[in-house]
């Protein structure tokens, strides 16, 4: 929406002691191979950034929202609930302090609910490119597809090799 001049990427993990180009966007790197947010600050005052999209796990993060906490980012979480469980006090030293919390499912909207976050915003699902994705011809498995709860327009999306024990 903004133009990819106005998109700054901070993807410490793959990006480490480099800078970078994805797509016209600019990638800025962290200092450790792990979620390094040690920089996130210093890049946000340096590029006069307006405010953080994080994407995905918030579980780990600890600067971030300690950085929302006393003003010195706007944080906006875009994220899901994968956790079969997930202690209240994760959920309140952490997202509690993001702008907002954007939740992908209405699962994640669900379970954040119980939590009673006050930051909470309509869902926003993660898109699903057509071009690449095809639902299944739901003629050639009527019966199965039926059994399993499947619409006309739902997906069947199987993810695997994540990389921790929980999402498998």
């Avoid at 340096?46 to 944080?75: C, H, S, T, Y």
């Avoid at 199965?144 to 619409?151: A, C, E, Q």
Wanted: some cysteine; overall charge negative.
């Amino acid at each position: 929406h903004y133009g990819r001049e106005n998109v700054v990427i901070y993807a410490p993990v793959h990006t480490r002691d480099m800078v970078g180009t994805y797509d016209g966007m600019k990638i800025l790197p962290g200092l450790t191979y792990d979620y390094g947010e040690d920089m996130i600050l210093s890049h946000c005052q340096n590029e006069d950034i307006d405010f953080v999209l994080q994407i995905g796990d918030w579980f780990m993060l600890r600067g971030l929202p300690e950085l929302a906490m006393i003003d010195k980012v706007l944080w906006i979480e875009w994220t899901c609930y994968d956790f079969a469980h997930c202690p209240d006090s994760i959920v309140q030293n952490t997202v509690r302090f993001a702008w907002h919390v954007v939740p992908w499912t209405k699962y994640s909207e669900r379970r954040f609910l119980e939590h009673k976050l006050a930051n909470l915003t309509e869902p926003i699902p993660l898109g699903v490119d057509t071009n690449i994705w095809q639902p299944l011809d739901r003629r050639t498995l009527p019966k199965v597809m039926n059994s399993l709860g499947f619409t006309e327009n739902s997906y069947n999306v199987l993810i695997m090799g994540a990389n921790q024990r929980r999402k498998y």
